[in-house]
Nanobody, 119 residues
């Protein structure tokens, strides 16, 4: 059974940082492309970033603009999202997911972690 579990969300102030983690089990993590997505209230779920199997290739949504960093530790079956200089518009539920090489989700999702940024 594939399981993706996110952690690290919370309530922070604008300008603060957060580090999200996603631990995966029941899946060939070390050979898989993985991604972070987010969904704000009343909006569609969008890609935040994705990372290839060894971390050599990463891609970010335009709204990230150098503030976020995606990484992974294959020995721990864990992916991370370091978020810096957070803005109120970053408020959303953040999900990790398995993706293809174009960053499109392939059907395995975590339950999400809430990130709320106050102004």
């Amino acid at each position: 059974q594939v399981q993706l579990v996110e952690n690290g969300g919370g309530l922070v102030q604008a300008g603060d940082s957060l580090r999200l983690s996603c631990t995966v089990s029941g899946y060939d993590f070390s050979n898989s492309v993985m991604g972070w997505f987010r969904q704000a209230p009343g909006k569609e779920r969008v890609l935040v970033a994705f990372i290839n199997y060894n971390g050599g290739i990463t891609l970010y949504g335009d709204f990230v603009k150098g503030r976020f960093d995606i990484s992974r530790d294959n020995a721990k079956n864990t992916m991370y999202l370091q978020m810096n200089t957070l803005k109120p518009e970053d408020t959303a539920v953040y999900y990790c997911a398995t993706t293809d090489i174009l960053g499109r989700p392939t059907g395995n999702w975590g339950r999400g972690t809430q990130v709320t940024v106050s102004s």
